[in-house]
């Protein structure tokens, strides 16, 4: 299959650059992958949709999945000791035994060369680390700081990670709104973007009509956001990520099934967390994931999706024409555009039933 399958042209206008002005007060696109039609709606009457048909059944309402994986402030602003250039990095993780090293995404990689050495400053513009290119790993650069740089130093000295089509500086707003509200575990280099448009009200009210949530993990990385730039996707390599679901989180997965209760994946990892878990059956399990999900792949867990409207040609879309079928897809993203809907991670949201 053609990675251009997947392209679309974009009104640059619609890419949104801020999130909406109220969390949760972004517009849904509901698709019927029965009838081929979508409807539109506002995320805010997700408690209203879910507890109808097809989401809530005989058995009772959905189960919703969410991944609570947190954000790191993974984007530093560094100066090349030998030139006096800026360059940006991208922490990616830690490596394990190694103190004080990462594995990291520096800007105009090939120019960086293993010895050369970056400074990294404060507001005030007093030092507040410095670190060396060590080396190399699946086309990554390690680093090692002089110092630990752990996540809460990252809170003090990085920045929020935005995703390149947001042409902007990071604000201390992004701090908040590029995170869910249910953000616990530290991991991500990128958020999982369906899971911003949930409040604490939201949630709230869900619960209030019998909708319960589990919580899984997986660590956004280069295997969410990393481009195709292979001609045919079967040739694209997904990078692993690393992901959990604990024992309780499992048995309600596991119940919800048993029960015939529909499971709703909220987002792209959620989806990519259950299907590498599943094995006759859905178990507490840790573990790390480079599973692809493109059409022809048969879902073993999930019986509908929201999520938010993603990017040409990138495996996000590819999971989402996989789950309600291309011709499907590309018509709904045709009718979002015509709609004027907003797009990519701080943009509205679709919810496919």
Known sequence: MKTSDFSFDLPAHLIAQQPSGQRGQSRLMVVDRQTSSYTHRMVHELPEILTNPPFTTPEGPPLLICNNSKVRKARLIGKSVQTGSRVEFLLLSPIPGHAFCWKALIQRARRRKIGNVYAFFDLSGAQAAQAEITGKEDGLHIIRFDRPVDD????????????????????????????????????????????????????????????????????????TFLPVRTETIEDHAMHEETFSIDKENALKIETAQTLGKKIIAVGTTSV??????????????????????????????????????????????????????????????????????????????????
């Open 272 to 353: 990519r967390t259950l299907e590498s878990a599943w094995d006759s059956g859905l178990k507490m399990r840790e573990g790390s994931t480079s599973i692809f999900i493109y059409p022809g792949y048969q879902f073993k867990t999930v019986d509908a999706l929201f999520t938010n409207f993603h990017t040409p040609e990138s495996t996000l879309i590819m999971l989402v024409a996989a789950f309600a079928g291309r011709e499907l897809i590309m018509k709904s993203y045709t009718g979002a555009i015509q709609e004027g809907y907003r797009f990519f991670s701080y943009g509205d949201a679709m919810l496919i039933g």
């Open 152 to 223: 809460a130093w990252l809170d003090c000295y990085g920045h929020t990670p935005l995703p390149p089509y947001i042409k902007r500086n990071d604000t201390p707003d992004d701090a908040d709104r590029y995170q869910t509200v249910y953000a616990r575990n530290y991991g991500s280099c990128a958020a999982p973007t369906a899971g911003l448009h949930f409040t604490d009200e939201l949630l709230d009210r869900l619960a209030a009509v019998g909708i319960t949530i589990a919580y899984i993990t997986l660590h956004v990385g280069l295997g």
